[in-house]
């Protein structure tokens, strides 16, 4: 059998051991110490935008701080982008609030800023003043922030921006995570860069990060004894892992330029398939083009679906996914509302994520690609 192809591997550099080495050293395996205080440098380096950042332990930690940070209730609502991972709605339900499902726009997939100011409007006049608004960068494609942005102003509601597969994306050289009132980063494995699992907690706001960071390493009061006034979380992100992290950032702008040319790749490679298309970036937006997704018509090539390709690939041991499913149609959200037009149903149809990683050879790309273009032969 061919060898393992995979959909988006972690890419270790040649300085993370060194950094992690130094934790060994130094006896510095706890959740705080100098290579935390060092990724979180290296973040605010490479945001810009006058930002402060918390390492944590996951991009959904970061996500729930936040929210807890906007003193979200139980019975509060949230809206949310249903174009997304679950792991952008379940903290709403961690602290017992309603989450609100907004479907996509074609340009970006991403969160329709029409359909968010008629639900804001709507539930306004229900007496449900949502308390924050949940867009995402999907894949690496920026959403549409400066309408979010003004929308959210112009109701004054607060916006949480998941940019968690999106570290290096921006929108007019700004990066993504510094649009919103608070920005979350993943550093999964399957990230651009990871920290073998983590994230952060990204604002202009010190005040939020402050807090965010007293309330993850337990909401211990300043006092000599353990006293807490407040329910505190372990969040932090630990030295060790923080020490990949320092190490991958320096790779950071090598792999954003890879996995782009991969994107280039199958583009170049597969545009001339009936049915085949891939989401290009609207003007000022520049994505990491963290997986490459295409999305595949069957009315228009006799019947091959994103299925059988899928399907296909796997039988080739390469491994493919199909784009997130909605969670406005998963079992544990479908009671809750949602406002669309069936745009995120769609792409959920007929949508494909292609092998991306940054450590793809350019023999595995032509596997893929052979594989592919055989189907359509047929």
């Known amino acids: 059998m061919n060898s393992k192809i995979w959909l988006s591997l972690p890419h270790i550099g040649e300085s993370e051991q060194k950094f992690v080495k130094q934790a060994f050293d130094s006896n510095w395996v706890a959740p705080l110490g100098p290579n935390v205080d060092g990724f979180e440098r290296d973040l605010v380096s490479f945001l810009e935008e006058d930002t402060h950042v918390a390492a944590l332990s996951s991009g959904t930690a970061a ?159 300043p006092a000599p004894h353990y006293q807490h006034s407040q329910i505190g979380y372990n969040y932090r992100l630990s030295n060790i892992s923080a020490g990949i992290g320092r190490g991958q950032m320096e790779v950071l702008p090598q792999r954003i330029k890879q996995r782009r040319s991969n994107f280039s790749f199958y583009q170049n490679k597969l545009m001339d398939l009936p049915g085949i298309s891939l989401l290009n970036e609207p003007e000022g937006f ?17 019947g091959i679906t994103r299925e059988d390709i899928r399907i296909g690939l796997e039988n ?35 949508g494909l994520c292609l092998p991306s990683g940054s450590n793809l050879s350019n023999e595995e790309l032509k596997r893929v690609l052979k594989f592919i273009r055989s189907m359509f032969k047929r």
């Open 316 to 350: 080739e041991n390469i491994e493919s996914r199909p784009l997130w499913k909605p969670m406005h149609l998963q079992p544990i959200f479908k009671e809750y509302p949602y406002y669309g037009n069936g745009v995120a149903e769609d792409l959920f149809r007929n």
């Open 63 to 221: 996500l729930h701080l936040a929210l807890i940070l906007l003193n979200v209730q139980p019975g509060d609502e949230v809206i949310c982008q249903s174009m997304t991972f679950s792991a952008s709605a379940n903290p709403i339900r961690y602290l017992g609030g309603i989450p609100v499902f907004i479907d996509s726009e074609k340009d970006t997939w991403n969160m329709d800023p029409d359909i968010l100011e008629k639900a804001i409007i709507e539930r306004i006049t229900k007496g449900k003043k949502p308390k924050a608004i949940i867009p995402v960068h999907l894949y690496g494609m920026p959403a549409k922030m400066n309408a979010i942005i003004a929308i959210a102003e112009k109701y004054d509601i607060p916006v949480i921006e998941d940019a968690a597969e999106a570290l290096g994306s921006s929108i007019n050289e700004q990066k993504c995570g510094t649009f919103g009132d608070m920005g979350i980063l993943s550093f999964n494995g399957n990230k651009i860069i990871t920290t073998s699992g983590g994230g952060a907690l990204v604002s202009k706001n010190e005040k939020y990060i402050n807090e965010a960071t007293f309330l993850a390493t337990q909401a211990r009061d």
């Open 286 to 302: 520049f994505s990491n083009r963290w997986l490459t997704t295409i999305l595949v018509d069957p009315v228009k090539n006799d």
